[in-house]
């Protein structure tokens, strides 16, 4: 087993160890999982926030446990590793809601604490969806260039430190105070999804793999039918009006 | 630390030629002499074997080189694993084969479950460390595979029996990392890197390359070709930027497919397909003292016959030895080439149930 290595040692991999790998893995389904938990009982409207709080408590241990006794296991060997973007925001709901205080329940939609759940800008879950199926069809050498070989390079990290930078912009810019949230939430996953990478090669040594994952890319196509469909019934109400 | 010096030591693929020895000569003056040949032992109550690789081991080692295939009740069986065995010198036959990789154990060192074991793929580092490429299935069949780094964990010096230990699972696309398997033995550089062909099979089929450096560092891949029916490369360096991809063709013409490259596997063209029949099998290709080799079945239906042809330019060869012709239904098929001290060395899959081998010499002979 090789030791730690900096990513600037001339002898350092550009994968992840075999033991980062593993933990990576383990922590990656068990916020995801922990959060998809929340979520359905949320949806299914389980009000008690203690018992939202002790499913989501065990979901996560349970992912943490070793071997075929972790539902880690069973999915790390369908789909890998969840994106460090959807991990990122997957742990953001956690966290949000777990602060919740003790009795409340939170808003379903358009909350301040539910970042998976609230209104996202369409523009940037287009940005997701076409980078995704970008990436998908890349997968199927339907392009000349191999696209997924840019994401081993400094060039794909340059391109995200760009984006992260210019979601900050626009953040400052927005009049929406929710889109105005989302752009920096996202911006800072960014940054730390990219930091993570650059350190420890996770989840896969390929800044693509850590930023953006099928997963994270169905769900974005998802939540931008609800928001088109919302759109699309409030201009018909207010044309009604 | 500069950011800019943080940036670069993530990108540090430089290609290297090719180690190749240029000492090429008239195809149609070269005999392939056979020394020996036979079977591999196999493992005890083992039915079925299937797709051999070879590497050399170091000169102070007690065999002279080593041979994996994937060997269990039949392929895609649950208890297929990686079985082992080297040609020992002083017996001057192969030593009892044995299990070194399964899916169990696999999957407790990556941390995830592994459904099937197949294609193994050996290379001896310059460290005299062995490391072997496996293919690992998730969830469904070969379409599904991953491609897993295992690497030998003793010295590599006289281990009879090596050990191998997981080290990583190449991370080869974006789509959950599905569907990349290895079949071929890795083309060996000037400063001790490789590359190792390998190929895609969702739906579309295409051959790709993965490069490690000289530790066996996973540092980035590059695609040889974009047709959507070719898998399987089997790279041969003509000199030490140019090398050809010889590649099984899935649909088509079925013939043997070929890309060229002439700044050592950094851009490729695919060329005309050779005359040469492919019936759908694997293929194997070897820079062997600077005679090209390449072992294939010469049909377009079956795997009945297999033969060993020898070039001087890689593109237009004279079948130059027979290793095997059976029944129509037969199977030789799955080659492996290794030229060590002299001696080409050739295994392949015998009717699925054992690992055939043969040995040759090459002559030249004067006009």
């Given at each position: ?58 979901i996560v241990l349970l992912c943490l446990l070793p071997n075929e006794w972790s539902p880690s296991w069973w999915l790390g060997l369908a789909f890998q590793t969840p994106s460090l973007t959807l991990q990122g925001l997957c742990g953001l709901y956690l966290f949000q809601h777990l602060r919740t205080q003790h009795g409340t329940t939170a808003p ?134 | ?191 001790g890197a490789v590359v190792l062909p390998i190929y895609f099979e969702l739906g579309t089929k295409y051959p790709t390359l993965a490069r490690l450096d000289r530790a066996g560092n996973f540092r980035g891949i590059s695609r040889i070709s974009r047709k959507g029916n070719l898998l399987q490369p089997a790279l041969l360096p003509v000199s030490e ?127």
């Amino acid at each position: 087993m090789m030791g730690f290595q900096w990513p600037w040692e001339a002898s350092a991999s550009i994968t992840p160890s075999l033991s980062m790998l593993s933990v990576g893995m383990h922590l990656g389904w068990a916020l995801t999982l922990g959060a998809g938990a929340v979520f359905l009982l949320r949806t299914a409207k389980v009000t008690n926030v203690t018992s939202r709080r002790i499913v989501a408590l065990l979901i996560v241990l349970l992912c943490l446990l070793p071997n075929e006794w972790s539902p880690s296991w069973w999915l790390g060997l369908a789909f890998q590793t969840p994106s460090l973007t959807l991990q990122g925001l997957c742990g953001l709901y956690l966290f949000q809601h777990l602060r919740t205080q003790h009795g409340t329940t939170a808003p379903l939609s358009g909350s301040t604490t539910a970042p998976l759940q609230s209104r996202w800008p369409l523009g940037l879950l287009l940005v997701a969806i076409i980078a995704g199926w970008v990436l998908a069809l890349d997968t199927f050498a339907v392009f000349d260039i191999a696209l997924y070989a840019i994401g081993f390079t400094p060039y794909a990290v340059l391109a995200a430190l760009f984006f992260a930078c210019l979601l900050q912009l626009i953040s400052a810019r927005s009049a929406h105070a929710q889109n105005t949230r989302h752009y920096r939430e996202l911006a800072s996953i960014i940054l730390i999804a990219t930091a993570i990478h650059v350190l420890f090669r996770l989840p896969t040594g390929n800044l693509w793999d850590a930023l953006l994952d099928p997963w994270l890319w169905i769900m974005a196509h998802g939540l931008a039918v609800d928001v088109v469909l919302r759109k699309t019934r409030s201009h018909k109400s207010e044309a009604t009006n | 630390m500069s950011v800019i010096a943080l940036l670069q030591a993530t990108h540090r693929s430089e290609p290297a030629p090719a180690r190749v020895s240029l000492a090429s000569t008239d195809a149609s003056s070269i005999r392939l002499v056979k020394s020996a040949g036979g079977e591999i032992p196999m493992p005890p109550n083992t039915p079925a074997a299937h797709a051999s690789t070879m590497a050399p081991l170091p000169a102070n080692h007690s065999s002279l080189i080593a041979a994996a295939w994937f060997a269990g009740e039949r392929e895609s069986a649950p208890d297929v694993r990686i079985a082992f065995s080297s040609f020992d010198k002083a017996e001057q036959r192969w030593t009892p084969a044995r299990f070194i990789a399964d899916r169990e154990s696999l999957g407790k060192a990556l941390g995830f479950g592994i459904r099937r074991l197949g294609n193994p793929v050996l290379w001896r580092d310059d460290d005299d460390r062995l490391h072997l490429f496996v293919v690992g299935t998730g969830i469904g069949g070969w379409a599904t595979s991953r491609i897993i780094h295992l690497q030998q964990s003793d010295d590599g010096t006289d281990a009879e029996y090596p050990v191998f230990n997981a080290r990583a699972v190449l991370p080869l696309s974006w789509l959950w990392n599905l569907s990349h398997l290895v079949r071929n033995a890795p083309l060996v550089l000037a400063d001790g890197a490789v590359v190792l062909p390998i190929y895609f099979e969702l739906g579309t089929k295409y051959p790709t390359l993965a490069r490690l450096d000289r530790a066996g560092n996973f540092r980035g891949i590059s695609r040889i070709s974009r047709k959507g029916n070719l898998l399987q490369p089997a790279l041969l360096p003509v000199s030490e930027n140019r090398w050809l991809a010889y590649m099984r063709m899935s649909a088509g013409t079925h013939r043997i497919a070929i890309a060229e490259t002439k700044d050592a596997g950094t851009n490729w063209q695919d060329r005309p397909d050779l005359e040469l029949p492919n019936p759908n099998a694997s293929v194997a290709a070897l820079n062997a003292d600077g005679v090209h080799a390449l072992t294939f079945n010469p049909s377009s239906t079956g795997r009945d016959r297999l033969v060993t042809a020898t070039s001087a330019d890689g593109e237009r060869w004279n079948i130059s030895a027979e290793l095997a012709l059976g029944q129509t239904g037969d199977e030789y098929s799955y080659p492996a080439m290794l030229w060590h001290e002299d001696t080409l060395w050739v295994s392949y899959t015998d009717r699925r149930r054992h690992i055939a081998w043969q040995r040759f010499t090459i002559v030249r002979e004067s006009p």
